[in-house]
T-cell receptor, first 114, second 111 residues
Framework: DSGVTQTPKHLITATGQRVTLRCSPRSGDLSVYWYQQSLDQGLQFLIQYYNGEERAKGNILERFSAQQFPDLHSELNLSSLELGDSALYFC?????????????FGPGTRLLVL | GQNIDQPTEMTATEGAIVQINCTYQTSGFNGLFWYQQHAGEAPTFLSYNVLDGLEEKGRFSSFLSRSKGYSYLLLKELQMKDSASYLCAVRDWGAGNMLTFGGGTRLMVKP
């Protein structure tokens, strides 16, 4: 158990809908990272937040957005869902934002868009 | 951008040793990580290299050569539970210090 929690574990929805994925980092960690993992793309970095502020952006679509709240939990919002958005979504946390820190991953949310 | 290459699949026998290679190209290398991921589960941290050489942790070791853009993960005394994907990830100053993951190597351990 990494200490990172994610809810829900599974999510099934329809195309065009909007969903919110939630992540709570390990105690004391200020950075949260979001990743998407699909069968054909591997693990892709989406976005990072540090202490409530957006720190870095990766391959995140405009239909996706995220935020980190004062209690440091983070939410990833996915809207206008398409079939291709079906994937595992992981969040990871780390103490800070320097280059040397290890990221610890949560159990993931499996999203299925029908 | 970054390019991270690792074999897609490998097979090995229980009790044996296997080496999983990873080659990378970066504009500003700042560390290499290995993660293990069982199917449908979260990646779990195995090792971290930022300087050249070998880091040993029990049955697992990881090696880095920055001049060659090369790393390997060595797994000794293989067990059936080692069947998993092994992800090589590189941190690059030129990419905002973010982690970029390779496609992973799926290792099957056979009796």
């Amino acid at each position: 158990d990494s200490g990172v929690t994610q809810t829900p574990k599974h999510l099934i929805t329809a195309t065009g809908q909007r969903v919110t994925l939630r992540c709570s980092p390990r105690s004391g960690d200020l950075s949260v990272y979001w990743y998407q993992q699909s069968l054909d793309q591997g693990l892709q970095f989406l976005i990072q937040y540090y202490n409530g502020e957006e720190r870095a952006k990766g391959n995140i679509l405009e239909r996706f957005s995220a935020q980190q709240f004062p209690d440091l939990h983070s939410e990833l919002n996915l809207s206008s869902l398409e079939l291709g958005d079906s994937a595992l979504y992981f969040c990871a946390s780390a103490p800070g934002t320097s280059g040397q820190e290890t990221q610890y991953f949560g159990p993931g949310t499996r999203l299925l868009v029908l | 951008g970054q390019n991270i290459d690792q074999p897609t699949e490998m097979t090995a026998t229980e009790g044996a040793i296997v080496q999983i290679n990873c080659t990378y190209q970066t504009s500003g290398f700042n560390g290499l990580f290995w993660y293990q991921q069982h199917a449908g589960e979260a990646p779990t941290f195995l090792s971290y290299n930022v300087l050249d050489g070998l880091e040993e942790k029990g049955r697992f070791s990881s090696f880095l050569s920055r001049s060659k853009g090369y790393s390997y993960l060595l797994l000794k005394e293989l067990q059936m539970k080692d069947s998993a994907s092994y992800l090589c990830a590189v941190r690059d100053w030129g990419a905002g210090n973010m982690l970029t993951f390779g496609g992973g190597t799926r290792l099957m351990v056979k009796p």
